[in-house]
């Protein structure tokens, strides 16, 4: 079953008398529980595509729909309220608030929705403790390796029980062993959850987890 379609999906920057193309006329599917990697040299469009596919902005022209729903004309509210609802991001950055605690950072999105505090801690600690985390709930990002810190990331993107994880270099920042246990942990919870992951990535090894590869140059699909 598809999960996302977009149908000659472009996007175009202007600055000033500059016009960039970023994508020109992409059109793919991708079906529910793939774990799916986009690969490309840096320019070839990866990121406008996963901003795109993630909401967090619109296509020039071209369509794209998720679950069948058009996104192609969302406005800038309705595309806030699909992404709080539909989509887990990962950031290669890991993205933590570092006065908070791994509990707080992953809670973070529920408090925003409003979900009652019992409910929301008994979801957390479940969490933590199926992505390895256990008994590190107070601990704040500074007391945390890299590796915990994106195991709270990952955790963070799940809370919501997306339909959707998008990951932009999720292993940029750790070193091979971390990485590896990291894409382990991602395709469990896949196999598991049934949740489809979607990366943006130019790591061999997040290449190689990934069940099917997707590859730009120049804003189109090269294979």
């Not at 957390?124 to 390796?145: F, N, Q, T």
């Not at 932009?168 to 091979?176: F, Y």
């Not at 959850?193 to 189109?220: N, W």
Request: hydrophobic share 40%; charged share 25%; no cysteine.
């Amino acid at each position: 079953m598809e999960l996302i379609k977009t149908k000659d999906l472009s996007k175009v920057y202007i600055s000033g008398e500059t016009e960039t193309k970023a994508l020109r006329g992409v059109s793919l599917v991708i079906e529910n529980g793939e774990f799916s990697a986009i690969t490309g040299p840096s320019g070839s469009g990866k990121t406008t595509l996963f901003n795109l596919i993630g909401a967090l902005d619109s296509p020039t022209s071209g369509k794209i729909f998720f679950n069948g729903k058009d996104l192609s004309n969302l406005n800038k509210r309705e595309r806030t309220l699909f992404r709080r609802e539909k989509i887990g991001f990962v950031f290669q950055t890991f993205n933590l608030i570092p006065v908070l605690t791994a509990l707080e950072n992953v809670a973070f999105p529920l408090n925003l929705l409003g979900v009652p505090e019992k409910e929301i801690k008994k979801k957390v600690y479940k969490l933590l403790g199926k992505v390895g985390l256990k008994g590190m709930e107070k601990r704040k990002p500074a007391a945390l390796s890299g590796g915990q810190q994106q195991r709270v990331a990952v955790a963070r993107a799940l809370i919501k029980d997306p339909v959707l994880v998008l990951a932009d270099e999720p292993t940029a920042n750790l070193d091979s062993a971390t990485g590896g246990e990291i894409m382990k942990l991602m395709r469990k919870l896949n196999k598991e959850e049934g949740i489809t992951f979607l990366f943006a990535t130019h790591d061999p090894m997040v290449m190689e987890y990934s069940t099917r590869r997707i590859k730009l140059r120049d804003g189109k699909i090269q294979e």
